[in-house]
Protein backbone atom coordinates (compact mmCIF):
# COMPACT_ATOMS: atom_id res chain seq x y z
CA UNK A 1 0.00 0.00 0.00
CA UNK A 2 1.19 3.24 -1.34
CA UNK A 3 1.67 6.08 1.63
CA UNK A 4 1.62 9.57 0.74
CA UNK A 5 3.64 12.28 3.13
CA UNK A 6 2.66 16.07 3.14
CA UNK A 7 5.84 17.86 3.46
CA UNK A 8 5.79 19.70 6.69
CA UNK A 9 5.05 23.52 6.12
CA UNK A 10 7.95 25.63 6.50
CA UNK A 11 7.02 28.51 9.49
CA UNK A 12 7.81 32.06 8.48
CA UNK A 13 9.22 34.18 10.49
CA UNK A 14 7.68 37.72 11.16
CA UNK A 15 10.50 40.03 10.11
CA UNK A 16 8.24 43.54 11.20
CA UNK A 17 9.94 45.53 14.12
CA UNK A 18 8.88 45.10 17.38
CA UNK A 19 9.39 47.47 20.51
CA UNK A 20 10.10 44.73 23.22
CA UNK A 21 11.54 45.36 27.21
CA UNK A 22 14.76 43.83 28.28
CA UNK A 23 14.05 41.96 31.49
CA UNK A 24 17.36 40.52 32.33
CA UNK A 25 20.64 39.24 30.39
CA UNK A 26 21.56 35.34 30.25
CA UNK A 27 25.04 33.73 30.86
CA UNK A 28 25.74 34.48 27.10
CA UNK A 29 25.73 38.51 28.00
CA UNK A 30 22.08 38.25 25.95
CA UNK A 31 18.98 40.24 26.70
CA UNK A 32 16.18 38.74 27.33
CA UNK A 33 12.69 39.74 26.50
CA UNK A 34 9.15 38.43 26.66
CA UNK A 35 7.69 38.00 23.01
CA UNK A 36 3.69 36.03 22.85
CA UNK A 37 4.62 34.03 25.97
CA UNK A 38 8.45 32.76 25.52
CA UNK A 39 11.57 34.48 25.80
CA UNK A 40 13.35 36.34 22.73
CA UNK A 41 17.40 36.12 23.33
CA UNK A 42 19.13 39.73 21.93
CA UNK A 43 22.59 40.39 21.43
CA UNK A 44 23.44 44.09 22.94
CA UNK A 45 20.16 45.07 24.96
CA UNK A 46 20.32 45.16 28.41
CA UNK A 47 18.07 44.87 31.84
CA UNK A 48 15.74 48.05 31.66
CA UNK A 49 16.48 48.90 28.29
CA UNK A 50 13.26 49.68 25.65
CA UNK A 51 14.50 48.15 22.65
CA UNK A 52 13.19 47.77 18.88
CA UNK A 53 13.92 44.06 17.52
CA UNK A 54 13.70 42.33 14.31
CA UNK A 55 13.02 37.81 14.96
CA UNK A 56 15.90 35.49 13.36
CA UNK A 57 14.64 32.56 14.53
CA UNK A 58 11.27 31.40 15.88
CA UNK A 59 11.12 28.23 17.70
CA UNK A 60 8.60 26.77 19.93
CA UNK A 61 9.86 27.99 23.07
CA UNK A 62 12.33 30.65 22.39
CA UNK A 63 12.87 33.15 20.17
CA UNK A 64 16.45 35.11 18.57
CA UNK A 65 16.36 38.52 17.37
CA UNK A 66 18.60 41.38 15.84
CA UNK A 67 18.31 44.21 17.77
CA UNK A 68 17.74 47.36 15.36
CA UNK A 69 17.61 49.95 17.94
CA UNK A 70 17.92 50.88 21.73
CA UNK A 71 14.64 53.28 22.01
CA UNK A 72 15.08 54.18 26.10
CA UNK A 73 18.71 53.39 27.30
CA UNK A 74 19.65 51.23 30.34
CA UNK A 75 21.78 53.73 32.65
CA UNK A 76 24.37 51.23 32.25
CA UNK A 77 24.99 51.25 28.86
CA UNK A 78 28.25 52.75 27.40
CA UNK A 79 29.96 53.61 24.49
CA UNK A 80 32.37 50.57 23.54
CA UNK A 81 36.04 51.57 23.38
CA UNK A 82 36.78 49.24 20.31
CA UNK A 83 36.74 50.65 16.74
CA UNK A 84 35.81 47.26 15.66
CA UNK A 85 33.46 46.46 18.48
CA UNK A 86 30.50 46.03 16.13
CA UNK A 87 31.58 43.42 13.93
CA UNK A 88 34.70 41.43 15.69
CA UNK A 89 33.28 38.33 17.45
CA UNK A 90 36.67 38.90 19.98
CA UNK A 91 34.36 40.86 22.86
CA UNK A 92 30.38 40.95 23.63
CA UNK A 93 30.25 43.51 26.55
CA UNK A 94 31.60 46.46 25.92
CA UNK A 95 28.60 48.27 25.81
CA UNK A 96 27.68 47.36 29.17
CA UNK A 97 29.87 49.14 32.26
CA UNK A 98 32.99 47.06 33.44
CA UNK A 99 31.26 47.27 36.95
CA UNK A 100 28.01 46.15 35.71
CA UNK A 101 29.38 43.06 33.84
CA UNK A 102 30.92 42.13 36.96
CA UNK A 103 27.54 42.12 38.70
CA UNK A 104 25.60 40.28 36.32
CA UNK A 105 28.48 37.40 35.78
CA UNK A 106 28.12 36.81 40.29
CA UNK A 107 24.19 36.57 39.53
CA UNK A 108 24.15 34.67 36.42
CA UNK A 109 26.74 32.15 38.76
CA UNK A 110 24.63 32.42 41.77
CA UNK A 111 21.71 31.54 38.85
CA UNK A 112 23.13 28.54 37.59
CA UNK A 113 24.05 27.18 40.83
CA UNK A 114 20.73 27.59 42.26
CA UNK A 115 19.08 26.27 39.32
CA UNK A 116 21.20 22.86 38.66
CA UNK A 117 22.56 22.23 41.34
CA UNK A 118 19.94 23.43 44.16
CA UNK A 119 22.71 25.70 45.89
CA UNK A 120 22.58 28.99 47.40
CA UNK A 121 25.78 30.45 48.81
CA UNK A 122 27.06 33.66 49.52
CA UNK A 123 29.31 34.77 46.82
CA UNK A 124 33.21 35.27 48.08
CA UNK A 125 34.33 38.78 46.86
CA UNK A 126 35.03 39.43 43.21
CA UNK A 127 39.11 38.84 42.05
CA UNK A 128 39.31 41.70 39.94
CA UNK A 129 41.98 43.78 38.28
CA UNK A 130 42.59 46.19 35.36
CA UNK A 131 39.96 45.71 32.33
CA UNK A 132 42.07 46.85 29.54
CA UNK A 133 45.65 45.38 28.34
CA UNK A 134 44.51 42.11 29.82
CA UNK A 135 45.45 39.85 27.25
CA UNK A 136 48.48 38.56 26.79
CA UNK A 137 47.71 35.76 24.40
CA UNK A 138 45.79 36.48 21.16
CA UNK A 139 45.34 34.31 17.23
CA UNK A 140 44.63 36.34 14.77
CA UNK A 141 43.13 35.13 11.32
CA UNK A 142 45.49 35.53 7.88
CA UNK A 143 44.07 35.09 4.48
CA UNK A 144 44.81 36.15 1.56
CA UNK A 145 42.44 37.06 -1.35
CA UNK A 146 43.56 36.69 -4.96
CA UNK A 147 41.18 38.49 -6.38
CA UNK A 148 41.44 42.21 -4.50
CA UNK A 149 45.02 41.28 -3.97
CA UNK A 150 44.70 42.11 -0.12
CA UNK A 151 45.24 40.64 2.92
CA UNK A 152 43.01 39.83 5.68
CA UNK A 153 44.34 39.92 9.31
CA UNK A 154 42.03 39.84 12.40
CA UNK A 155 39.90 38.10 14.21
CA UNK A 156 36.40 36.25 12.96
CA UNK A 157 33.46 38.21 12.92
CA UNK A 158 30.05 38.04 15.41
CA UNK A 159 28.99 34.48 13.92
CA UNK A 160 30.84 34.09 11.05
CA UNK A 161 33.92 32.84 9.57
CA UNK A 162 34.66 36.51 8.17
CA UNK A 163 38.02 37.85 9.11
CA UNK A 164 37.30 42.00 10.28
CA UNK A 165 40.37 43.51 10.20
CA UNK A 166 42.21 44.99 13.04
CA UNK A 167 44.05 47.76 13.53
CA UNK A 168 44.30 47.80 17.25
CA UNK A 169 42.62 46.09 20.19
CA UNK A 170 42.70 47.75 23.65
CA UNK A 171 42.27 44.52 25.98
CA UNK A 172 45.44 43.47 24.46
CA UNK A 173 48.87 43.85 26.27
CA UNK A 174 50.12 46.59 25.86
CA UNK A 175 53.58 44.94 24.74
CA UNK A 176 51.74 43.22 21.62
CA UNK A 177 49.15 45.74 20.34
CA UNK A 178 51.77 47.96 18.89
CA UNK A 179 52.74 44.94 16.85
CA UNK A 180 49.50 44.44 14.67
CA UNK A 181 50.10 47.31 12.22
CA UNK A 182 53.75 46.54 11.83
CA UNK A 183 53.05 42.84 11.17
CA UNK A 184 50.06 43.46 8.28
CA UNK A 185 52.97 45.68 6.78
CA UNK A 186 55.38 42.86 6.88
CA UNK A 187 52.72 39.73 5.60
CA UNK A 188 51.49 42.05 2.82
CA UNK A 189 55.20 42.10 1.83
CA UNK A 190 55.84 38.39 1.47
CA UNK A 191 55.84 36.81 -2.23
CA UNK A 192 53.19 33.57 -1.33
CA UNK A 193 50.91 35.16 1.12
CA UNK A 194 48.25 32.49 0.35
CA UNK A 195 50.65 30.07 2.68
CA UNK A 196 50.01 32.06 5.85
CA UNK A 197 47.63 30.15 7.83
CA UNK A 198 46.96 31.83 11.51
CA UNK A 199 49.07 34.17 13.54
CA UNK A 200 49.46 33.90 17.88
CA UNK A 201 50.81 36.73 19.58
CA UNK A 202 52.07 35.93 23.87
CA UNK A 203 53.30 38.14 25.81
CA UNK A 204 55.42 36.17 28.36
CA UNK A 205 57.80 37.80 30.75
CA UNK A 206 60.65 36.63 28.78
CA UNK A 207 59.15 38.93 25.87
CA UNK A 208 57.13 38.93 23.39
CA UNK A 209 56.88 35.37 21.23
CA UNK A 210 55.42 35.00 17.87
CA UNK A 211 53.95 31.58 16.42
CA UNK A 212 53.08 31.91 12.83
CA UNK A 213 51.43 28.81 11.24
CA UNK A 214 51.56 27.75 7.37
CA UNK A 215 49.70 26.38 4.95
CA UNK A 216 53.23 25.43 3.32
CA UNK A 217 56.76 26.34 3.27
CA UNK A 218 57.39 29.75 2.99
CA UNK A 219 60.74 30.80 0.60
CA UNK A 220 63.86 31.29 1.55
CA UNK A 221 63.74 34.87 1.28
CA UNK A 222 60.48 35.06 2.62
CA UNK A 223 61.56 33.33 5.79
CA UNK A 224 64.21 35.90 6.08
CA UNK A 225 62.35 38.84 5.98
CA UNK A 226 60.13 37.17 8.82
CA UNK A 227 63.46 36.34 10.67
CA UNK A 228 64.48 39.66 10.69
CA UNK A 229 61.65 41.65 11.45
CA UNK A 230 61.44 39.75 14.68
CA UNK A 231 65.20 40.24 15.32
CA UNK A 232 64.56 43.82 15.28
CA UNK A 233 61.44 43.41 17.50
CA UNK A 234 62.95 41.17 20.26
CA UNK A 235 60.42 38.48 19.52
CA UNK A 236 61.09 35.04 19.81
CA UNK A 237 59.57 33.34 16.68
CA UNK A 238 58.25 30.13 16.12
CA UNK A 239 56.87 28.75 12.82
CA UNK A 240 54.96 25.87 11.73
CA UNK A 241 53.19 23.66 9.38
CA UNK A 242 49.60 22.38 9.55
CA UNK A 243 50.72 19.05 10.25
CA UNK A 244 53.99 20.03 12.16
CA UNK A 245 55.07 20.84 15.43
CA UNK A 246 56.22 24.63 16.28
CA UNK A 247 59.89 24.87 15.51
CA UNK A 248 61.77 27.85 17.33
CA UNK A 249 63.67 29.86 14.89
CA UNK A 250 64.83 32.93 16.94
CA UNK A 251 65.18 33.56 20.64
CA UNK A 252 64.08 31.27 23.33
CA UNK A 253 61.54 29.18 24.92
CA UNK A 254 58.76 31.72 26.66
CA UNK A 255 58.21 31.63 30.70
CA UNK A 256 56.03 33.81 32.87
CA UNK A 257 56.91 34.32 36.53
CA UNK A 258 53.53 36.07 38.25
CA UNK A 259 53.07 32.84 41.18
CA UNK A 260 56.47 32.65 42.46
CA UNK A 261 57.39 29.96 40.19
CA UNK A 262 59.39 30.26 37.01
CA UNK A 263 56.98 28.67 34.55
CA UNK A 264 58.15 27.59 30.56
CA UNK A 265 55.46 26.60 27.96
CA UNK A 266 55.60 25.95 24.36
CA UNK A 267 53.81 28.73 22.20
CA UNK A 268 50.73 26.31 21.90
CA UNK A 269 50.68 25.13 25.33
CA UNK A 270 47.47 26.36 27.46
CA UNK A 271 48.33 29.28 29.92
CA UNK A 272 45.56 31.50 31.34
CA UNK A 273 45.87 35.14 29.39
CA UNK A 274 45.17 36.94 32.05
CA UNK A 275 48.13 37.50 34.44
CA UNK A 276 46.96 39.65 37.07
CA UNK A 277 43.88 37.16 37.83
CA UNK A 278 46.00 34.20 37.29
CA UNK A 279 48.40 35.44 40.40
CA UNK A 280 45.41 36.06 42.67
CA UNK A 281 43.27 32.82 41.48
CA UNK A 282 46.71 30.48 42.09
CA UNK A 283 46.80 32.87 45.59
CA UNK A 284 42.98 31.90 46.48
CA UNK A 285 43.35 28.47 45.55
CA UNK A 286 46.39 27.44 47.57
CA UNK A 287 44.45 29.51 50.52
CA UNK A 288 41.64 27.83 50.27
CA UNK A 289 43.07 24.20 50.04
CA UNK A 290 44.15 25.28 53.37
CA UNK A 291 47.80 23.49 52.90
CA UNK A 292 49.87 21.53 55.08
CA UNK A 293 53.58 20.38 55.34
CA UNK A 294 52.29 16.91 55.79
CA UNK A 295 49.10 17.07 52.71
CA UNK A 296 49.22 15.05 49.98
CA UNK A 297 47.60 16.54 46.84
CA UNK A 298 46.15 15.59 43.61
CA UNK A 299 46.26 18.02 40.57
CA UNK A 300 43.55 17.12 37.93
CA UNK A 301 44.11 18.72 34.22
CA UNK A 302 47.86 20.03 35.77
CA UNK A 303 48.92 21.63 32.34
CA UNK A 304 52.42 22.92 32.57
CA UNK A 305 52.24 23.11 36.52
CA UNK A 306 50.46 26.45 37.06
CA UNK A 307 49.02 25.42 40.57
CA UNK A 308 50.96 22.34 40.80
CA UNK A 309 53.94 23.27 41.61
CA UNK A 310 52.96 26.64 43.90
CA UNK A 311 51.26 23.65 45.35
CA UNK A 312 54.04 21.64 45.83
CA UNK A 313 56.56 24.01 47.69
CA UNK A 314 53.74 23.92 51.01
CA UNK A 315 53.16 20.00 50.69
CA UNK A 316 54.37 16.46 51.42
CA UNK A 317 54.15 15.31 48.14
CA UNK A 318 52.39 16.46 44.65
CA UNK A 319 50.64 14.34 41.82
CA UNK A 320 49.81 16.04 38.51
CA UNK A 321 47.38 14.87 35.90
CA UNK A 322 47.55 16.23 32.44
CA UNK A 323 45.45 14.44 29.22
CA UNK A 324 48.32 16.16 26.92
CA UNK A 325 51.97 13.94 27.16
CA UNK A 326 54.10 17.33 25.67
CA UNK A 327 52.61 19.26 28.71
CA UNK A 328 53.17 16.66 31.24
CA UNK A 329 56.81 16.38 30.14
CA UNK A 330 56.98 20.25 30.43
CA UNK A 331 55.60 20.86 33.75
CA UNK A 332 58.06 17.89 35.02
CA UNK A 333 61.12 19.65 33.31
CA UNK A 334 59.50 22.73 35.07
CA UNK A 335 59.64 21.33 38.49
CA UNK A 336 63.04 20.27 37.55
CA UNK A 337 63.81 23.39 36.73
CA UNK A 338 62.65 25.24 39.83
CA UNK A 339 64.24 22.22 42.53
CA UNK A 340 60.71 20.70 43.14
CA UNK A 341 61.51 17.20 43.89
CA UNK A 342 57.96 16.14 45.65
CA UNK A 343 56.04 16.68 42.65
CA UNK A 344 55.08 13.96 40.46
CA UNK A 345 53.32 14.02 36.63
CA UNK A 346 51.18 11.20 35.04
CA UNK A 347 49.80 11.60 31.33
CA UNK A 348 46.13 10.49 31.23
CA UNK A 349 42.75 10.60 29.25
CA UNK A 350 40.49 12.26 32.31
CA UNK A 351 37.52 11.32 30.04
CA UNK A 352 37.90 7.60 30.07
CA UNK A 353 38.02 4.96 33.03
CA UNK A 354 41.43 5.31 35.33
CA UNK A 355 40.96 1.18 36.71
CA UNK A 356 44.56 -0.05 37.18
CA UNK A 357 46.48 3.83 37.04
CA UNK A 358 48.29 3.89 39.34
CA UNK A 359 48.07 6.92 40.80
CA UNK A 360 43.70 6.50 40.85
CA UNK A 361 44.76 4.18 43.20
CA UNK A 362 46.67 6.55 45.84
CA UNK A 363 44.61 8.63 48.80
CA UNK A 364 44.94 12.42 49.40
CA UNK A 365 44.40 14.91 51.48
CA UNK A 366 43.68 18.00 48.61
CA UNK A 367 42.73 17.97 45.08
CA UNK A 368 42.77 21.03 43.10
CA UNK A 369 40.58 20.48 39.23
CA UNK A 370 40.77 23.48 36.59
CA UNK A 371 38.92 21.41 33.49
CA UNK A 372 38.67 22.53 30.12
CA UNK A 373 34.79 24.34 29.13
CA UNK A 374 32.94 20.24 29.32
CA UNK A 375 34.10 20.05 33.24
CA UNK A 376 35.20 17.24 34.63
CA UNK A 377 32.85 14.80 34.01
CA UNK A 378 34.64 11.93 33.18
CA UNK A 379 36.36 11.59 37.34
CA UNK A 380 33.90 13.44 39.32
CA UNK A 381 32.53 10.77 40.80
CA UNK A 382 36.13 9.41 41.88
CA UNK A 383 37.01 12.44 44.27
CA UNK A 384 35.82 10.64 47.38
CA UNK A 385 37.72 7.66 46.50
CA UNK A 386 40.30 9.52 46.90
CA UNK A 387 39.74 10.79 50.39
CA UNK A 388 40.34 14.11 49.38
CA UNK A 389 38.18 16.20 52.77
CA UNK A 390 38.81 19.51 50.65
CA UNK A 391 38.54 20.11 46.96
CA UNK A 392 39.15 23.24 44.95
CA UNK A 393 37.77 23.58 41.19
CA UNK A 394 38.49 25.82 38.87
CA UNK A 395 35.93 26.20 36.34
CA UNK A 396 35.48 28.63 33.13
CA UNK A 397 31.60 27.30 32.72
CA UNK A 398 29.54 28.14 35.38
CA UNK A 399 27.05 25.34 33.67
CA UNK A 400 29.06 22.62 34.04
CA UNK A 401 30.44 23.57 36.83
CA UNK A 402 26.54 23.41 37.92
CA UNK A 403 26.28 19.91 36.43
CA UNK A 404 29.55 18.57 38.50
CA UNK A 405 28.88 20.18 41.92
CA UNK A 406 25.41 17.79 42.05
CA UNK A 407 28.04 14.96 41.38
CA UNK A 408 30.09 16.11 44.62
CA UNK A 409 26.93 16.71 47.06
CA UNK A 410 25.96 13.51 46.22
CA UNK A 411 29.20 11.94 47.26
CA UNK A 412 29.27 13.64 50.68
CA UNK A 413 30.22 16.99 50.02
CA UNK A 414 29.61 20.35 51.17
CA UNK A 415 30.17 23.67 49.05
CA UNK A 416 31.89 25.69 51.53
CA UNK A 417 32.60 29.06 49.08
CA UNK A 418 32.03 30.16 45.90
CA UNK A 419 33.51 33.20 43.79
CA UNK A 420 34.07 34.69 40.58
CA UNK A 421 37.37 35.51 39.07
CA UNK A 422 37.35 38.40 36.64
CA UNK A 423 39.35 36.62 34.13
CA UNK A 424 37.97 38.17 30.87
CA UNK A 425 36.16 41.71 30.85
CA UNK A 426 34.28 42.86 28.58
CA UNK A 427 33.31 39.32 27.20
CA UNK A 428 30.78 37.33 28.74
CA UNK A 429 33.18 34.13 29.55
CA UNK A 430 33.07 33.32 33.78
CA UNK A 431 35.91 32.23 35.08
CA UNK A 432 35.02 30.74 38.87
CA UNK A 433 36.10 28.89 41.26
CA UNK A 434 34.51 26.69 44.52
CA UNK A 435 35.41 24.83 47.61
CA UNK A 436 34.18 21.57 48.51
CA UNK A 437 34.38 20.27 52.17
CA UNK A 438 33.31 16.86 53.01
CA UNK A 439 32.47 16.73 57.04
CA UNK A 440 34.89 14.03 58.95
CA UNK A 441 32.90 11.53 60.24
CA UNK A 442 33.57 12.39 63.96
CA UNK A 443 31.72 15.66 63.37
Known amino acids: MARFFQPKKQSTINQKHQSVA????DHHGEGIASLG??????????????????????KSKYARAKLIQVQQESAERT???????????????????HREQVSYKQESLSQLLRKFAGLSVPLSPVISDVDLGYRRRAR???????ASKSLAFGFRQKGSNRIVDIE???????????LIPQLRVLFESVSQPEKLGHLELIAADSGPVMLLRLLGELTTSDQDKIMTFAQQQHLSLY???????????????PVYREIGIEIAFRPHHFIQINRHINQKMVEQALSWLALSEEDRVLDLFCGVGNFSLPIARQVKSLVGVEGIEEM??????NAVHNQISNADFYQANLEETLTGTEWAQEKFDKVLLDPARAGAKGVIDLLSDFGAQRVVYVSCDPA???????RLLQQGYQLEKVGMLDMFPHTSHLESMALFIRPSRRS
Open 239 to 253: MMTEAGQPRLQHGHE
Open 37 to 58: GKPVFIEGALPTEQVLIQLTEN
Open 140 to 146: FSLKWDS
Open 22 to 25: VVRI
Open 79 to 97: QPFCPHYQRCGGCNLQHLS
Open 400 to 406: TLARDSQ
Open 168 to 178: RCAVLDPALEP
Open 328 to 333: VVQARH
